[in-house]
Structure formats: C-alpha cells, structure tokens
Nanobody
C-alpha cells in the first residue's frame, strides 16, 4: 500500500491544521492507521492511532487537542490538530498496516509509511 500525506504547513501557536493520509486502493485492506512525528532532536514518536473499526489512542502530549479519524470508503486517515504549540513542530508521517485475503487465509500485515509532511508552529 502506498501512502500519500498532505496538509502540513506553517501556523501560529493556537492555530489549527488538518493532515490527510490517503492509501492506494487495491486488493489490500488497510487496518490500523497512525500518525507519527519526528524532529531533529527526538526520535520518531507515536502521536495517534486508529483501528479500522474507529478505536483511537493518543500520546499524552496531544490528547484533547488532536483528533484522528478515517474514512474507510476512501482509505484515508485524518489528523485534526487544534491549539497547536511550538513543540508540535516536526515532520508528521502516516503509517498503516494492511493485508489481503487470498481465498484461503489472511496474508499480512504489511507496514507502509507515507513520505512525511512538515508542520511548523511559530510562537
């Protein structure tokens, strides 16, 4: 599965952005999807996850400000980011695991990563 992330940009502290992650549509079923972020000072960290059924989980640092959602009909996940802070600055990557049924069994999961989209929050 190929992932295409978009929606990053420059925003002032307190502002909002919405990121999108579109997965290619083929025989694969996209299961869990997630957003990670990375800065030069930190290792890549998990921001939010969502299962195919819609169950979500968030890092403590973003809980209450960020909302992850998805549209299974479009194989797309979203990350709505409100009340952004300078420490939210980083490259945001989407991640997904997918698989397919070959007629006799489920094959997978196969992890995929998007190319990253830069979010810059100015103080």
């Amino acid at each position: 599965v190929q992932l295409q992330a978009s929606g990053g940009g420059l925003v002032q502290a307190g502002g909002s952005l919405r990121l999108s992650c579109a997965a290619s549509r083929n025989k694969f079923t996209v299961n869990n999807m997630a957003w990670y972020r990375q800065t030069p000072e930190k290792e890549r960290e998990l921001v939010a996850t969502i299962t195919r059924a819609g169950a979500t989980n968030y890092a403590d640092s973003v809980r209450g400000r960020f909302t992850i959602s998805r549209d299974n009909t479009k194989n797309t996940a979203f990350l709505r980011m409100n009340n952004l802070k300078p420490e939210d600055t980083g490259v945001y990557y989407c991640n997904a695991d997918s698989g397919y049924y070959n007629g006799t069994k489920y094959v997978g999961p196969f992890p995929s990563w998007g190319q990253g989209t830069l979010v810059t929050v100015s103080s």
